[in-house]
């Protein structure tokens, strides 16, 4: 059975930081694109940032750029997002999702909620 336990959210007040986790079991992080999406309450849920298979490729949205990092713990089967410079538009639920495209495979967490106080 695949899981994935998203931690790290909480309250965060508007400059700060905060690392979010994912842990994964059930499936290998190294096999999957692993990214992380976030949901503002009455908004469709946005890409936050993304991470290849190999670990070696990212992307990010727009609103996050320059402030975010995604990171891959193969060993420890987590993966990571640093977001610095938080501001109340990154309130939101954080979700974690691992996907195989090629396999039709398509997981998700059930989020974690951050708040950023303005």
């Known amino acids: 059975q695949v899981q994935l336990v998203e931690s790290g959210g909480g309250l965060v007040q508007n400059g700060g930081s905060l690392r979010l986790s994912c842990a994964a079991s059930?499936?290998?992080?190294?096999?999957?694109?692993m990214s992380w999406w976030r949901q503002a309450t009455g908004k469709e849920r946005e890409l936050v940032a993304a991470?290849?298979?190999?670990?070696?490729?990212?992307t990010y949205g727009d609103s996050v750029e320059g402030r975010a990092t995604i990171s891959k713990d193969n060993a420890r089967n987590t993966v990571h997002l640093q977001m610095d410079a938080l501001n109340p538009a990154d309130t939101g639920v954080y979700y974690c999702?691992?996907?195989?495209?090629?396999?039709?495979?398509?997981?998700w967490g059930q989020g974690t909620q951050v708040t950023v106080s303005s």
């Open positions: 059930g499936l290998a992080v190294g096999r999957f694109e």
């Open positions: 999702n691992a996907a195989d495209d090629l396999a039709g495979l398509d997981y």
């Open positions: 991470i290849t298979k190999s670990g070696k490729s990212w």
